[in-house]
């Protein structure tokens, strides 16, 4: 066998402040040639800081204490720093989340393919541009001149993914890391960046290592899959194995999840659906944008009706732009629409009875106040007395599952999970008879994704909370709503139970639905195996 | 961009307007009268026809808004009028004072330039080091010494004590007698003002360097000292720039308590003198220049940070608005 790409031995790796406390400890693997690795694991666990402790680029205040990294034999940490920009320029590429962060606002695309070109090749301009033009175009770009001289800023952020894969290919490098390559994407076009990089491993034979929290895209991807969680590596093993047989039970945790979330029951329509709560007739929103001579209206909602009932969990769903948030704004009243109307038990609505989850909700909290004070500011504008405002609280937070302990931290003291928690305790503490929840589940990993969506429907059905769901994510929607709205380019192409979107006609829906990754058989699964899985779940 | 252009300056020439009247009107609201500064105790016992006749020379019997507009007509002729004290021409006068002022604050801008952006970055990049608290602690000081009492400290080190530099005046020809000169006002103006341009500069960059663009650059293996100055500099310059920009008028202000504290012959201590003396057509005339000067200079500033950035060159090109 021929030797391995990578091979990290016995890694560990502490903050230079807390010595004891180890981040990573004993992390070993190996990436062979050819190999697509994928390391998963829940937020915090480790995959991204091994990342960059694989080459020599941890953070300040965060060092190597033991352990070694090689690359084709040669041990990263002992390099000089010159050998290590050219090993790392042309050997090693690396493709972030982060599609707008990670590109100089300054730059043009094409800037940042010369700079690249001419630190590690002896290319000139013009052979340089040709070839940056030539990747463009192999990303499946259009009009890749266009991007070349364009800023990142005026592409789209599946474009910047791509353009990022580009660069990162750009040097036929051995080994391309991937930390989240698309988790900030709709899921279309993960698909399509899966693929692309799939087809570049298939062409090229190169390595990949990629980092990734969602069991959809190990299933898609992966050869050999690493499961870490808080700084080790607790299993590591082909992926079939993994799927059939999970040996360690944190593994079993996340499938568990994983199928909870994917096939946790399709929902089917409610019955009696007789008491419409919210209405929504031929509405249409137009924005302006004015550019250097000439007008462009855009027609963010075209003519949308819908009926959202009591008791009814509904979603909407469609790619980014298509027009969900203006819809929802329009629900909420934070606009007018120019055309249209929008009832609340055939009224005009009252704020205090629809509450609204924003999918950031860290964006939402003010920094400076404790968990007690962001849950309970409601109760201040509707003069409730101190009493009653402590035990509205207090129900609010055991609704959400919330310990009474983390009434006095601060926002920024809790994980994703929990914020997202605060925040539907904040919608809750007025008994809103309908909640919005926009993109609730963007922030999540997946585990806590299927946490948080059992306790929607926890939350409906003992409270008769009527929810309307607005996610880009088809998989979490078929999970959970008893009926499901399409929208695409402004309109609301379709509206039916999960079966019928499966089963759409519609070519946006149907491009929507087979964005779904590939689905890990279940069935391969004794029942004394899944039983043991779900027990483990709950137990943590 | 001509969009842009001419709305910037539509609104420039609206606050020159503007700035003008206000200062038109607060000057003629100034206790005193400036017959009385002309002619001193002699005018009040000149009889009350004199009086009247000498006031109406002045035309300061007309209503004010009368006298604005006179004034601008003839401004807009290129007719600053003559100087109350001395019945010299404004423009003249003016004209001896804008070179030593230019002098003065190119002198202080260049160290502020020089001394900041080498400081700055240093304390940017070395944070929480000995040297970015030395330079923290050196910059709180100077920002916090009123300016007279530095001024007067220097003066009293190096001129009384050791004699080395003029007290006072901007020298009478030769090079390295006006550099003499020049070297303790720029320094006292250079250093009170800055403290804040080397924070700006500091923080800007530490702001800058956790972005991940900068550790996506070393993971493509570029040189430290490239991502410094084709990604770090650049990027921090356009909010440091838009500071000096803004921060010109301070300065500018500045120059007036320096001007008169080492009696150096510029703009600054003309206003002052011509306040004093309630001279008021040399008032308006350097606050016109002033303002003008101001104004422009951020004018152009923006038009820099639009040529560096292109986010701001595309707000300024394609202007989003949202309306229903």
């Known amino acids: ?540 | 961009m001509g969009r842009f252009i001419v709305t910037r300056l539509s609104e420039t020439i609206a606050t020159l307007l503007l700035g003008n009247i206000l200062c038109f009107t607060f000057l003629r609201l100034l206790p005193g009268d400036p017959a009385v500064a002309m002619y001193g105790e002699q005018f009040l016992r000149l009889s009350e026809a004199d009086q009247q006749r000498i006031t109406e020379n002045l035309g300061l019997h007309e209503p004010i808004y009368s006298q604005y507009m006179k004034w601008l007509g003839s401004v807009l002729h290129g007719d600053f009028g003559h100087s109350y004290r001395t019945g010299e021409q404004v423009s003249t006068i003016i004209a001896r004072a804008v070179g030593p002022t230019i002098l003065l604050m190119l002198a202080a801008t260049l160290l502020i330039l020089v001394i900041s952006i080498s400081l700055g970055i240093l304390s940017g990049l070395k944070r929480h080091s000995a040297i970015d608290h030395a330079i923290t602690l050196g910059s709180f000081v100077f920002m916090s010494i009123p300016t007279f009492w530095f001024a007067i400290m220097l003066m009293l080190v190096f001129s009384v004590h050791l004699g080395i530099l003029p007290s006072s005046g901007i020298g009478k020809g030769g090079l390295l007698d006006w550099l003499k000169h020049l070297v303790m006002p720029a320094t006292v103006l250079a250093l009170s003002h800055i403290g804040y341009y080397i924070r700006i500069l500091r923080n800007h960059l530490a702001l800058t360097i956790n972005k991940d663009f900068i550790w996506a650059m070393r993971v493509r293996g570029l040189s430290t000292a490239a991502i410094l100055w084709r990604h770090l500099l650049p990027n921090v310059s356009v909010p440091f720039l838009s500071y000096v920009g803004m921060s010109f008028t301070l300065t500018l202000g500045g120059s007036v308590v320096i001007e008169s504290i080492f009696s150096w012959p510029g703009l600054g201590r003309l206003t002052l003198d011509s306040a004093i003396g309630h001279d008021y057509p040399v008032i308006m005339a350097a606050l016109l220049l002033t303002l003008s000067t101001v104004v422009f200079g951020s004018f152009l500033i923006d038009l820099v940070c639009a040529w560096i950035d292109p986010r701001v060159r595309k707000s300024i090109l394609h202007k989003e608005v949202t309306s229903r």
């Open chain 1, 1 to 540: 066998m021929k030797d391995p790409i990578l091979s990290v031995e016995n890694l560990s790796v502490r903050a230079e402040a807390d010595p004891q406390n180890h981040l990573l400890e004993h992390i070993n693997f190996q990436i062979n040639e050819g190999k697509i690795v994928t390391v998963i694991g829940e937020s915090g666990s480790g995959k991204s800081l091994t990342s960059k402790a694989l080459l020599d680029l941890l953070p300040k205040g965060i060092r190597l204490s033991t352990g070694s990294v090689h690359f084709k034999g040669n041990n990263v940490y002992t390099m000089k720093s010159s050998e290590k920009r050219q090993l790392l320029g042309t050997q090693i590429g690396f493709v972030f989340q982060d599609t707008f962060g990670s590109f100089d606002p300054m730059r043009t695309i094409g800037q940042h393919f010369t700079e690249l070109f001419s630190a590690h090749t002896t290319l000139s301009k013009q052979e340089a541009k040709k070839r940056s033009i030539q990747l463009l175009e192999q990303m499946l770009l259009p009009q890749p001149d266009r991007i070349y001289s364009s800023y990142p800023e005026e592409l789209s952020g599946g474009m910047r993914q791509r353009v990022q894969l580009a660069l990162a290919l750009s040097l036929e490098p051995a080994l391309l890391i991937a930390d989240e390559p698309t988790t900030a994407l709709d899921p279309h076009i993960q698909a399509e960046m899966l693929h692309l990089m799939k087809e570049w491993r298939n062409r090229t034979g190169g390595s990949i290592l990629l980092i990734t929290h969602d069991l959809g895209v190990v299933a898609e991807m992966a050869d050999e899959v690493i499961v870490m969680k808080d700084g080790h590596i607790v299993e590591s093993s082909q992926v079939d194995q993994l799927f059939s047989a999970p040996a360690h039970p944190h593994t079993m945790s996340l499938l568990y999840h994983y199928h909870q979330l994917l096939e946790g029951g399709q929902q089917s329509e409610l019955r009696g659906l007789n008491r419409p709560l919210l209405t929504v007739k031929q509405t249409s929103q137009t924005y302006s944008k004015r550019h250097l001579f000439r007008k462009e209206e855009v027609e963010a909602v075209k003519q949308a009706s819908l009926t959202i009932h009591k008791n009814e969990i509904f979603g909407l769903i469609g790619a980014s732009g298509s027009g969900k948030s203006t819809l929802s704004r329009l629900l909420l009243h934070l606009e007018k629409p120019i055309a249209g109307e929008i009832n609340w038990y055939g009224d005009t609505p009252v704020r205090k009875g629809i509450q609204w989850v924003h999918q950031d909700p860290i964006a939402s909290f003010d920094p400076r106040w404790t968990v007690e004070q962001i849950i309970g500011e409601g109760a201040d504008y509707w003069n409730q007395n101190p009493q009653e405002k402590h035990s509205k609280i207090a129900e609010a937070v055991s609704l959400v599952g919330l310990d009474d302990k983390f009434l006095p931290l601060f926002p920024y003291e809790l994980s994703g999970g929990m914020r997202q928690r605060v925040a539907l305790a904040r919608a809750l503490l007025l008994d809103p008879e309908l909640l919005i929840l926009d993109e609730p589940f963007a922030s999540l990993d997946l585990s806590s994704q299927s946490r948080m969506l059992g306790l929607l429907q926890h939350i409906n059905e003992t409270r008769g909370t009527a929810i309307l769901f607005i996610s880009h994510d088809i998989r979490a929607a078929i999970a959970m709503c008893n009926r499901i709205a399409v929208m695409a380019a402004g309109e609301l192409i379709e509206t039916g139970t999960a079966e019928d979107v499966l089963h759409s006609t519609m070519i946006e829906t149907k491009r929507l639905v087979s964005s779904i990754l590939t689905t890990i058989p279940r069935d391969r699964k004794s029942d004394y195996e899944r039983e043991r899985e779900r027990d483990y779940a709950y137990h943590t």
